[in-house]
């Protein structure tokens, strides 16, 4: 199961990168507006230059926010699934923490190049360093989850 979860994961992936510009500055602008509703709710009562500038940042951080989450989800699903397949047979269970974060970053580099691919996008080493450290954190959150249910199957032993 954790396979197929990994999978799907890879493939929203790659399905959010295979979006040209203008569809994914639609997806991304969505969420941007309404975060904008909540933070500066007289957003619209401001000049249009100062509107589009505070939009930019918001759109900016959004999509750095939406990169990060996505590699957290591919470096969670990853450790989880080298756990089911390898986690009995490997004895120090770093390696597999290893495996899950190198995996989950050339991803990352691999979907940069892929969007130099798409019309209106770019690959960017930022967003490659964005990507690696969501892989990071979705990797430890894995392998605090695999020591607690470790712990507590040991302790009903």
Known sequence: MTTLLTAAVMVMIFAFSTEDAEHSDRTSGLISRSVMSIIHPEYEQLEESRQKLLYDDVQHIVRKCAHFTEYMLLGLMLRLCLESWFGRKVKKTRSLALAGFCGGTI??????????????????????????????LGVLIAALLIMRVNRKNAESE
């Open 107 to 136: 991803y990352a580099c691999t979907d940069e190049f892929h969007q130099l691919l798409i019309e209106g996008r770019s690959g960017q080493w930022s967003d490659v360093l964005v990507d690696g450290s969501g892989v990071l």
